[in-house]
């Protein structure tokens, strides 16, 4: 009697397809932790190209550099990198009022209660001092210093990140991939053929004749969702009535200005500019919503706000904010902007792409995969993407620009209940609820908050138990401590050339 064994569908080829920062962070991936006897194929066409544009990352990014083995000081001499602590938002409450969020601690809490509530209370006894005075990053990126790991005995880490330019990087990780036998195919994907009964994706067909063929397949062919949506018709669930932008306009520039060691987003009329400091370049671009300013007008905007001379010309990016319906869907697996596009200003698409490969490696099928398996890789997706999506609606709908249309509509509008129930109990209570899998931690909430002006009532009454005195020498002490640690670490510029000059 013919048994149906693991082995009759067994998954040893890998196709990806699609070369830009989603496709070969995935080969990287898959060539260092991928099941030995797989083959890994990567599809791309120089014809059409890549985005290109995503510059900014979180710290999570160490993760995936470290889990590859890469030598850090390496692959910031080959990306150009820059040293990031965190994001300036400017007058995204009122016009001239700037706010950073720091990656990393601010203040300290005593016992189990956060920071935030002695700090709520400390306000409400009119002594609390702006949030920059308790972050050690901060404090540090205003004054355009870094260090990494340790000074002082006790003295918290320094959580940091990169400003790198995606295309080098795009170009290390294949290295990396193909020196570990990712083989590469140049073409373009015109037709993808999928089996007649079970509509599984079968082999992509390039430039009319040839066939990559292969067991599961992982789309990183961006907008466009080549397989996961054109083939497969998985559908997208659009945000756009929370996330209004759909335009980017991006521009390099010669450096000038401060080398700032964090991003700035810089609100604009209808929309936001970014400014991330490279080694060789500054990268900026103006996201915007076309129903409120058109392409001459952004382009005047961004133009008009550049630290140096442009490289080029401003070159526009539509988009439609919003999430794949199912990342994974038969044999194939949604990585990058083909999974659904959030906007940068939180510089989280990097992550997400880094997330869920992980994900993915973590539950990686070696045969037919267990639907129960792939409904809740699914489900993990789709929390990470809406919690994501509600810290960056919050940048939006708490701002203060009362009578310009854009910042108008986003401030009234109707927020999703996960975000509502959050700013409910925040203003209620100052207590900030995170579900376990949430990217963004209470601290970064709680400084978006208040940096966007959001005024919580209440605050623990544990906070009470402190004696004044001692409420007072706790955010003294915090302070002081931190502004003579941040005093003794070098300036950004002279950290990255020490880095650079030992690699
Ligand atoms: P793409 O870069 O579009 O690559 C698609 C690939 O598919 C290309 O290699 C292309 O050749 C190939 N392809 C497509 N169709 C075919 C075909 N028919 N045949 C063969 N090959 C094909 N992320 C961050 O983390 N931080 C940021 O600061 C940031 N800023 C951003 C700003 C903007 C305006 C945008 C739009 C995105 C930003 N991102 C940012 C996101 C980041 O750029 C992307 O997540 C990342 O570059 C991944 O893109 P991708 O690889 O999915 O798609």
């Known amino acids: 009697m013919p048994v149906a064994t693991s082995n009759t569908r067994a998954i040893k080829r890998f196709v990806i397809a699609g070369g830009g920062t989603a496709g070969w962070m995935t080969a990287a991936a898959l060539a260092r932790f991928g099941p030995p006897g797989t083959s890994i194929a990567l599809v791309e066409s120089e014809a059409i190209g890549t985005v290109g544009v995503g510059e900014a990352t979180i710290p999570q990014i160490h993760l995936f550099n470290g889990a590859l083995g890469f030598d850090e000081a390496e692959f910031v001499r080959e990306t150009k990198a820059s040293f990031k602590l ?31 509530h002695y700090w709520l209370r400390a306000k409400q006894l009119g002594f609390a001092k702006p949030l920059m005075r308790y972050s050690m990053n ?36 294949r290295r990396f991939a193909e020196a570990r036998g990712v083989v590469r195919h140049e073409g373009l994907i015109e037709r993808v053929t999928q089996d007649g009964e079970s509509g599984a994706i079968t082999a992509l067909a390039l430039d009319g004749y040839r066939l990559v063929e292969g067991d599961f397949f992982i789309d990183c062919t961006g907008f466009r969702g080549l397989l996961i949506e054109q083939a497969l018709d998985t559908g997208y669930e659009e945000w756009t009535q ?18 700032t060691p964090y991003t700035k987003a810089i609100a604009r009329k209808a929309g936001w500019q970014w400014r991330i400091p490279l080694q ?48 994974w869907h038969k044999n194939c697996l949604a990585v990058g902007l083909s999974a659904g596009f959030l906007e940068p ?19 990686l099928p070696g045969a037919e995969p267990d639907p129960a398996i792939v409904e809740w890789f699914n489900a993990q997706c789709e929390f990470e993407w809406t919690r994501i999506r509600d810290f960056l609606i919050l940048h939006y709908t708490a701002n203060a620009r009362v009578g310009e249309p854009f ?16 700013l409910d109990q925040w203003r209620a209570t100052g207590l900030i609820h995170r579900e376990h899998e949430e990217l963004f931690t209470d601290v970064g909430w ?52 020490s880095m650079m000059t030992s690699a």
């Not at 929370?242 to 080398?259: K, S």
């Not at 010309?313 to 990342?327: A, N, Q």
């Not at 880094?354 to 973590?362: A, E, H, K, Y």
């Not at 020498?473 to 003579?484: C, I, K, R």
Request: aromatic share 10%.
């Open 86 to 116: 965190g994001i300036e938002f400017d007058g995204w409450h009122h016009e001239g009022e700037s706010y950073m969020h720091a990656f990393g601690a601010v203040g300290r809490g005593v016992g189990l209660l956060p920071f935030q």
């Open 138 to 173: 901060e404090l540090a990126a205003r004054t355009m210093r870094m260090q990494r790991g340790r000074r002082a005995q006790g003295a918290p880490e320094m959580p940091y990140a990169y400003h790198f330019d995606a295309g080098l990087y795009a170009a290390y990780l």
């Open 242 to 259: 929370w996330l209004r932008c759909d335009r980017a306009m991006a521009v390099p520039c010669a450096n000038g200005g401060d080398f």
């Open 280 to 327: 060789h370049r500054i990268g900026n671009g103006l996201v915007y919503s076309t129903a409120r300013m058109n392409d001459d007008e952004a382009a005047d905007t961004l133009l008009a706000n550049l630290d140096g001379e442009p490289f080029a010309e401003p070159r526009t990016i539509p988009f439609t904010t919003g999430i794949r319906r199912k990342m």
């Open 345 to 363: 200003m939180e510089s989280t698409s990097i992550h997400l792409i880094q997330s869920t490969i992980s994900r993915f490696l973590s539950v």
């Open 407 to 422: 910042w108008d509509e986003v401030r009234t509008m109707e927020l999703p209940d996960t975000l509502r129930a959050k």
């Open 446 to 497: 709680f400084q978006v908050l208040v940096g966007q002006g959001v005024e919580a009532r209440g605050y623990n009454p544990l906070a009470d138990s402190l004696p004044e005195t001692d409420l007072r020498a706790l955010l003294d002490g915090t302070e002081a401590a931190l502004v003579e640690e941040v005093r003794q670490m070098p300036r950004h510029l002279d950290f990255l050339q």
